[in-house]
């Protein structure tokens, strides 16, 4: 069984160190080691042995998995929310479907609407996610944290991870995938009976690593009129 780290790991001298007390102890339980001079000796080298065999199998399976996470996003990033099955069904309902961008209502757009679509997946626990029309974009997403690519498009760039935090409520963090760092974060916030809702919306600078709130964004359903304010 091959290990497997987030893609964009850092390999920092904490993590050296923890992967050498690792096969530091390959020596101190191995029963087999019954000599001082092999313990010193021999030992040493399969320790070596042991740490180049993780760090080559750190670097093998780095693509796949979620991304590098600092103390700071651990906080930004709250784990999905346990919602027992009728919680669950209630939020997915709400959250499925196609959203609408109100620009009057919104503090941070300009110009048309935005269309969003979640297309629910027969699993209940994820959704086709793209916008406007361009359905051949669309990337599949799991409500899990779990990052997946934001769109189909080959020149995708940016990973997305979908939180619940509770029934009303969708996290949404982006990842570089070159090195996982988190960019930008959004929150979606939906009404009890699913016709409205509000993006807060996040940016981090990436020089300085602050972030600082951009606005929010109204969205409704389409057939909302009362809403859109038409």
Not at 15 to 27: P, V
């Amino acid at each position: 069984m091959r290990l497997k780290l987030p893609y964009g790991t850092r390999v920092t001298a904490n993590l050296t160190s923890e992967i050498w007390y690792g096969c530091r102890m390959f020596d101190v339980y191995n029963p087999f080691i019954k000599n001082t001079v092999l313990a010193s000796t021999g030992g040493f080298c399969m320790r070596w042995i042991c740490a180049v065999v993780l760090m080559i199998g750190f670097s093998a399976n780095t693509g796949d998995a979620v991304p590098f996470q600092g103390p700071e996003d651990a906080i930004l990033a709250p784990p999905p929310a346990k919602l027992d099955a009728q919680q669950w069904t209630r939020m997915f309902k709400r959250y499925s479907g196609t959203w609408q961008s109100n620009p009057k209502k919104s503090t941070t757009q300009s110009g048309g609407t935005i269309t969003l679509h979640y297309a629910p997946e027969p699993d209940g626990r994820s959704v086709l996610y793209y916008t406007g029309t361009d359905i051949k974009s669309g990337a599949v997403q799991a409500l899990d944290g779990r990052p997946a690519r934001a769109s189909a498009r080959p020149t995708e760039t940016q990973a997305i991870a979908r939180i619940p935090v509770d029934e009303f409520t969708v996290a949404n963090t982006f990842h570089r995938m070159k090195d996982g760092r988190v960019t930008s974060r959004n929150t979606f916030v939906m009404s009890p009976d699913g016709d409205a809702g509000v993006f807060v919306l996040m940016n981090r600078d990436d020089r300085t690593g602050k972030w600082t709130i951009n606005g929010v964004i109204h969205y409704c359903r389409p057939d909302n009129t009362q809403c859109l304010g038409q």
